[in-house]
């Protein structure tokens, strides 16, 4: 059974800095693309920022020069740096991977961490 658990939310004051982290585990041949993605009260899931297994990356246009995306491929792991944060990067983020097994492709979420700026 693969499972991706974050960790590093929280709260933080506006203009702060938070690091997400999400690691994938169980049994599987390999992940292909990973990524982020955020959810705020009454509004849908959005793609934050993804990389793929080359590490080619992708970033919302909002986030684009405040947040960087980078993956470990050999911990299976993938963190979100996130700068100058605001208001409006409140949200429930969520780690995203499309892992192969021997018998699916498919992609997987993690739990959910919640990030609030607010002072």
């Known amino acids: 059974q693969v499972q991706l658990v974050e960790s590093g939310g929280g709260l933080v004051q506006p203009g702060g800095s938070l690091t997400l982290s999400c690691a994938t585990s169980?049994?599987?041949?390999?992940?292909?693309?990973m990524g982020w993605y955020r959810q705020a009260p009454g509004k849908q899931r959005e793609l934050v920022a993804r990389v793929t297994s080359g590490n080619n990356t992708d970033y919302r246009n909002s986030v684009k020069g405040r947040f960087t995306i980078s993956r470990d491929n050999a911990k299976n792991t993938v963190n979100l740096q996130m700068n100058g944060l605001k208001a409006e990067d409140t949200a429930v983020y969520y780690c995203n991977a499309f892992v192969q097994t021997t018998t699916t492709f498919r992609a997987y979420w993690g739990q959910g961490t919640q990030v609030t700026v607010s002072s």
């Open positions: 169980g049994s599987f041949l390999r992940i292909n693309e």
